[in-house]
């Protein structure tokens, strides 16, 4: 990943970039970021499969603020718990033009949950969110909930393989 990273320092027209099950851990991450944060044509980033852990996602959050094109961010089954969680808010707060958001298969929880639904709440043209076996439960909707009332653009919302119960449907229902 050193090569790479040097490789999208040079690049000033890359716009999507599939790195999909790449053995990308903590230390190649902070190589990667490198380049990430001066991609500011970078349309689609796909991370998924990699063990990024709550470092790797803290400075992957890092780099996001250099990508003001970002619309589609793909990172399922990342290893992204709630504090990893806390730490891709703050990059992802900073991204006004993200429409597709997947963050499948990471154990986000409650806490996890409750720092995304602030995000969503600054999130205007979000159309797909999907959160497949995410770990949320009906407490964990409520504060999802609060998030998704403010999402008037959203098309697509994927919950699926989550215990949501009838209290976290009624969540969702109102």
């Known amino acids: 990943t050193r090569h790479l990273a040097t490789v999208l320092r040079g690049s000033h027209a890359l716009t999507d970039l599939i790195l999909r099950d790449c053995g990308i851990k903590t230390t190649a991450m902070s190589y990667l970021c490198e380049g990430l944060s001066t991609l500011s044509t970078l349309r689609v980033l796909n991370l998924s499969v990699n063990s990024l852990g709550t470092e790797g996602t803290r400075q992957l959050s890092t780099a996001l603020r250099g990508c003001h094109a970002l619309t589609d961010l793909?990172?399922?089954?990342?290893?992204?718990?709630?504090?990893?969680?806390?730490?891709?808010?703050?990059?992802?707060?900073?991204?006004?033009?993200?429409?597709?958001?997947?963050?499948?298969?990471?154990?986000?929880?409650?806490?996890?949950?409750?720092?995304?639904?602030?995000?969503?709440?600054?999130?205007?043209?979000?159309?797909?969110?999907?959160?497949?076996?995410?770990?949320?439960?009906?407490?964990?909707?409520?504060?999802?909930?609060?998030?998704?009332?403010?999402?008037?653009?959203?098309?697509?919302?994927?919950?699926?393989?989550?215990?949501?119960?009838?209290?976290?449907?009624?969540?969702?229902?109102?």
Do not use: F, P, W
Not at 113 to 123: F, P
């Open 74 to 174: 793909y990172m399922e089954r990342c290893g992204i718990e709630s504090t990893a969680m806390s730490h891709l808010c703050e990059g992802l707060s900073t991204l006004s033009t993200l429409r597709v958001l997947n963050l499948s298969y990471n154990s986000l929880g409650t806490e996890g949950t409750k720092h995304l639904a602030t995000v969503l709440r600054g999130s205007h043209d979000l159309t797909d969110l999907v959160l497949q076996g995410c770990g949320i439960e009906s407490t964990a909707m409520t504060h999802l909930c609060e998030g998704l009332s403010t999402l008037s653009t959203l098309r697509v919302l994927n919950l699926s393989y989550n215990c949501l119960g009838t209290e976290g449907t009624r969540h969702l229902a109102t």
